[in-house]
């Protein structure tokens, strides 16, 4: 069991210091709960992978205060720093080509570092406080569905880790956006978060395309990270565009059903598990609630989930891409 903490100043003090020591210390961001380490020590940084079970070929994001921490930890360029003016703090991450002052493991060996600067008050207060920048996975053991409160991150790794902060549930719910900015002549978006690719492109007046693993399925992996698979529930997930009454109708007391909407016009009597996302069809709020509707379904024992995909626009794109890589199947080399 981890101890879960209340974010009060003594609170945060403390922590700070367990993170400067070498510690980890799981932390609440507006996105999802990450698992932080002190990003300029490769012990710490180890101990991230180790608790996690992550392999060493998927690099971390190192999270800091502002713009200026990030520049002592990469080589910031023009719109590098376009979109941290449009988009900081929040939720999209930036890889640029990094510093010698970044340890390899931070970045599997890589040239290049992804720099986050997170919204989240509490977490903001901690990098103050640490003086660190903080590398910072998401707080779920590999592979599975991220955690968007303190009590997810308790049940994956609470016996492997030794602090949890409680921030509260995560505002955005869905990872960061990862722009690609390491050649500044061709960004691309490498996962859809937060913000959105037109978002991006409308910052650096240019298109950027989206080379996202889940879309992109066969060929290398950009990013070793964004495996299809991905944000897994261990109850098989089929996905459905429109999850009709008829299926509403027959589905069983041992299945799960995730509606986007409300169904119009009105739920039919059905013997499975509902969770509506967003009864007004808010993508964002769909997007907020995706990860807990997920982990609860598949606590609940059940022998399928169905979910409907969200309209393929704004905050419903990550909400679908998250969908696809938890209902892809295990891939070989996972
Ligand atoms: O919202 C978020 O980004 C959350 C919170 C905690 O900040 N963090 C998060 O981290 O989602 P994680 O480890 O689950 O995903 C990070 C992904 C990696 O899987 C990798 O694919 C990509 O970021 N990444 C990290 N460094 C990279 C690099 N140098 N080049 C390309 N992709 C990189
Ligand atoms: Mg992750």
Redesign the pocket.
């Known amino acids: 069991m981890a101890a879960i903490h209340q974010p009060t100043t003594a609170n945060l003090r403390r922590l700070a210091r367990v993170l400067a020591e070498g510690g980890l210390v799981a932390?609440p961001?507006e996105?999802?709960?990450?698992?932080a380490a002190n990003a300029l020590e490769p012990r710490a940084c180890r101990a991230i992978f180790r608790a996690k079970q992550?392999p060493l070929s998927?690099?971390?994001?190192v999270?800091v205060p502002s713009v200026a921490a990030a520049a002592r930890l990469a080589f910031l360029n023009a719109e590098a720093r376009q979109l941290m003016r449009a988009f900081w703090p929040g939720?999209l991450?930036i890889?640029l080509r990094?510093r010698p002052l970044v340890p390899a493991v931070a970045?599997?060996g890589?040239p290049?570092?992804?720099i986050?600067c997170?919204a989240h008050p509490v977490m903001r207060r901690l990098l103050r406080l640490c003086r660190l920048p903080l590398a910072?996975?998401?707080?779920?053991p590999f592979g599975f569905i991220?955690p968007t409160t303190a009590e997810h991150v308790e049940a994956g790794l609470g016996r492997r880790i030794p602090h949890i902060i409680d921030g509260g549930a995560c505002h955005?719910g869905?990872?960061?956006t990862?722009v690609?900015l390491?050649d500044p002549g061709a960004p691309q978006v490498?996962?859809v978060?937060?913000i959105t690719a037109a978002q991006i492109a409308r910052v650096l007046g240019r298109p950027v395309p989206v080379r996202n693993q889940a879309v992109v399925a066969a060929g290398p992996l950009?990013?070793?990270?964004?495996l299809t698979r991905h944000y897994s529930p261990r109850t098989p997930l089929r996905l459905h565009n429109r999850i009709s009454a008829a299926l509403l109708r027959r589905a069983a007391a041992d299945e799960g059903l995730i509606l986007f909407a409300a169904p119009d016009p009105g739920l039919p009597k059905t013997a499975a598990r509902v969770t509506i996302l967003s009864r007004r069809g808010s993508a964002k709020e769909a997007a907020r609630r995706l990860f807990a509707a997920l982990h609860k379904l598949d606590r609940a024992g059940l022998r399928q989930l169905h979910a409907e995909l969200a309209p393929e626009t704004g905050a419903g794109i990550a909400v679908n891409d998250r969908l696809r890589r938890a209902a892809a199947k295990r891939r070989g080399h996972e």
């Open positions: 932390v961001t996105t999802v709960y990450g698992l992550r998927d690099p971390l994001i999270h939720p991450t890889v990094k970045t599997a890589g290049t570092v992804a986050r997170p910072a996975p998401s707080a779920n991220s955005v869905v990872e960061s990862i690609d390491s490498l996962r978060g937060g950009r990013a070793p990270g964004l």
